[in-house]
């Protein structure tokens, strides 16, 4: 299986911030990874899919590099709704696998 | 618009089979797309299952090949989960989520927790 590893895994930023995720594949995934954000109790939301394709209703301070085995999600400005958890998957090959998250607090 | 939901029970033995449902409205799911399972475990791990196509066929984690199995019923638009044999490693939140060729998992049920 491909590992997906995140860092950091626990960020604090102000608001305003610009903050970025960094996800890395055990192995070349081509441009297949995807971000998604996690709030408490609710079901993850695709932000980012095919590393740098904002998913339609997402707001465009969200945007993805990368492509191989080294990804990031970047933030322009954050805003207080921005406070979840933060994972990455990789969708080129069965299983697909997940990142452990980032979680991302306001200072 | 496509909504998916969990349900089952909350509370499942060790050893015993767990089994839960996932009702999809706004799409057919005999249309297009895989229908997935994916849990989350305490921690926050997340591990993907397996799904059934819309014709059918199966694809299993191959760590939990011998253990579940993926189940649909048309006439209703659901699809379900059975994992046999659990133990308190398969306590998890388990979602339900929809996929195409190639694509991530697009939308997702509100999952539900399960405690072995």
């Known amino acids: 299986d491909i590992q997906m590893t995140q860092s950091p895994s626990f960020l604090s930023a102000s608001v305003g911030d610009r903050v970025t995720l960094s996800c890395k594949a055990s192995q070349n995934i081509n441009k297949y990874l995807a971000w998604y954000q996690q709030k408490l109790g609710e079901a993850p939301k695709l932000l980012i899919y095919n590393a740098n394709s904002l998913q339609t209703g997402i707001p465009s301070r969200f945007s993805g590099s990368g492509s191989g085995t080294d990804f990031t999600l970047t933030i322009s400005s954050l805003q207080p709704e921005d406070v979840a958890t933060y994972f990455c998957l990789q969708h080129n090959s069965w299983p697909n696998t997940f990142g452990a998250g980032t979680k991302l607090e306001l200072k | 618009e496509v909504q998916l939901q969990e349900s089952g029970p909350g509370l499942v033995k060790p050893s015993q089979s767990l089994s839960l449902t996932c009702s999809v409205t706004?799409?057919?799911?005999?249309?297009?797309?895989?229908w997935n399972w994916i849990r989350k475990f305490p921690g926050n791990k997340l591990e993907w299952m397996g799904y059934?196509?819309?014709?059918?066929?199966?694809n299993y984690n191959p760590s939990l090949k011998s253990r579940i199995s993926i189940t649909r019923d048309t006439s209703k638009n659901q699809f379900f989960l059975q994992v046999n044999s659990v133990t308190t490693e398969d306590t998890a939140t388990y979602y339900c989520a929809r996929c195409i060729i190639r694509a991530p998992f697009d939308y997702w049920g509100q999952g539900v927790m399960v405690t072995v």
């Open positions: 706004g799409y057919s799911i005999t249309s297009s797309y895989r």
């Open positions: 059934i196509n819309s014709a059918g066929s199966t």
